[in-house]
């Protein structure tokens, strides 16, 4: 078992202090991950030495910028166990991978009528472009409920199914709940059904493993700033025959293979996806982060965070007033969203900045979720590899104090 407490050096955020006397306590990376000195050290290496842009020149370093660039494709591609290097395409995020599945898969395929099925508890960037293809295209969005206890209904599932859904898109792991779906079960039955799938990822790649292979998903989508990487950069993962068949998604500079002034043929896979000068040392910066999660092993962060949040669960359920949202501890990732009564969640959330406990409070991006549970809002907190015990503690000491200041 890696040595969890040790790791925390390598992430020079964590050793700041709020303001003076006021070490911080980070439990908001569900929102974005702090970024090791690996991927810090990566993307500064790029800048001095390397810097040029990918795919065009001949010069050294164009050639260096281009090999260290696709030389990350190929670290993320392996992370997710994805066939080949090409059927990753780089976005600038989970929001865009979706919107580029909507934008080009879905609106070369869909028409009037079409159902699409998606669930109660997506983030607003796994429905939004959903709503907006309905708008245009008169294809109908059709929900899995989300149970009391912050589960899918299964039941209600198999019945979408048997509506034969073209598309099934849904969050593997909830941003809110914490809920880690049973992806592989809920893929195979859409492909039974006909349907393709689109895994939202953006929680789940970077805390548990993901095997592309094994889930037989058609699109995954994820994004670095989540999974220690830099911000600006995200993939998506694709079948091949789909991604081949689908058009372009922007048109420019790399994404085409001849342009004359009656048109143009689009380039090979990956590149057709990628307009213009892309996120280059951001790739880098991902790749390192690739390099160092695997390094730690997916298996035992996810057991570290499991284990974490079944402590902090405890801890917290015994706070007089807490309300908490979402499964028991074998259900979910590192995840907790709470209410605490007679205090609205924003209230919570600054009074925890003042004890140095950085935590998210609002809808988290997934509005119709908190619906569900009759919440305008909660407080967040969210683990991650470098979170311990001692931040558990002092969450719960944090909470004391807001009870303090609310009587
Ligand atoms: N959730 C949160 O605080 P982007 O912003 O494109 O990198 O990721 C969007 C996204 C998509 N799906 C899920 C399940 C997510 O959690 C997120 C991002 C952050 O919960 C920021 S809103």
Redesign the pocket.
Known sequence: MPNFTALREDFPTLAREVRPGVPLTYL?S???AQKPRAVLEAMDAFYRRHNANIHRGIHTLAEEATAAYEGAREKIAAFINAPEAAQVIFT???????NLVAYTWARANLKAGDLIVLTEM?????LVPWQMLAAERGVELAFIPVTAEGLLDMAAYARLLEREPKLVAF??????LGTINPAGEMIAAARAAGAITLL?A??SVPHLPVDVQALEVDFL?F?A??MLGP?GI?ALYGRRDLLEAMPPFLGGGDMIKRVDLDGFRANDLPHKFEAGTPAIAEAVGFGAAVDYLRAVGMEAILAHEQELTAYALERLAAVPGVRIIGPRAEKRGGVIAFVLEGVHPHDVAQILDGEGVAV?AGH???QPLHLCFNLPATT?A?FYLYNTRDDVERLVKALAKVKEIFG
């Open positions: 908001d569900t929102a974005t600038r995020n989970t929001t865009e991978s979706i997506e983030h607003h960037s796994n969050t593997h792991m909830s941003n809110v939202d953006a929680q989508a994004s700033h989540k911000t995200g998210r988290h991006c997934a967040r969210s």
